[in-house]
């Protein structure tokens, strides 16, 4: 295969997935549930597109995929990082707050975990649809020790709906020829819109802030 770098990869996304499509043939729905499964299970991996593959698959599934093995194989993937991500943060905390110190405080945890019991399973299915996020909402839910049977309740409804929907919206308008006439645009705009809740948010919680300072 071409050598990739991730500007080129960026500027050519949906000819690069056309060509990992051509290249592996059937083995492709590995290589996407591969990426699915890193984003979502792994958070140095978090950085690996979301969004705009699903809506790029979704579109594909017109001529090249098979649907509804595209939405079970990536669902199933989603799903699994994310248990992974889960029980990855669940380990780590449970090292790093077994004594006080600068950075990891008992008092944190708690706090974490009282969130996460009350407010965890909305945080969960909205990061779903965020970058980023959807890979340290698992993480962080792990590590404040929140039940599984909310996670995995929650996760697998996050992760359902977020798969479901960018595919099928992919599947629908991904052949429409204004989109593909401007497919990078969409891309762009995509990303963008999956940022808006957590640029909202920020600005929320720091004029909250601002507000009981005054």
């Known amino acids: 295969m071409h050598n990739l770098n991730i500007m080129d990869f960026i500027l050519h996304f949906d000819d690069k997935i056309d060509l990992v499509i051509n290249y592996f043939d059937i083995w492709c729905y590995i290589v996407f549930s591969l990426i699915v499964f890193l984003g979502n299970g792994i958070v140095v991996f978090s950085f690996l597109p979301g969004d705009t593959l699903l809506f790029f698959l979704g579109s594909r599934c017109t001529t090249a995929l098979n649907l509804p093995a595209l939405l079970v194989l990536l669902s199933l993937s989603a799903i699994g990082g994310n248990i992974v991500n889960y029980y990855t943060g669940r380990f780590i905390g449970t090292k790093a707050f077994t004594t006080d110190s600068k950075y990891f405080k008992k008092e944190h945890l708690t706090k974490a975990h009282e969130f996460f019991e009350k407010y965890?399973?909305?945080?969960?299915?909205?990061?779903?649809?965020?970058?980023?996020?959807?890979a340290f909402a698992p993480f962080v839910a792990g590590i404040s020790k929140m039940s599984f049977g909310k996670f995995i309740t929650f996760s697998v409804i996050g992760a359902l709906v977020w798969i479901t929907f960018i595919t099928l919206i992919g599947y629908y308008f991904g052949t429409l020829p204004y989109v593909q006439d401007h497919f990078m645009l969409v891309l762009v705009a995509i990303l963008v819109i999956s940022f808006l809740p957590a640029v909202i948010g920020y600005f929320s919680t720091k004029k909250k802030i601002v507000r009981n300072d005054a």
């Not at 965890?120 to 959807?134: D, E």
């Open 120 to 134: 965890g399973g909305k945080t969960l299915i909205v990061a779903s649809f965020m970058p980023v996020l959807r």
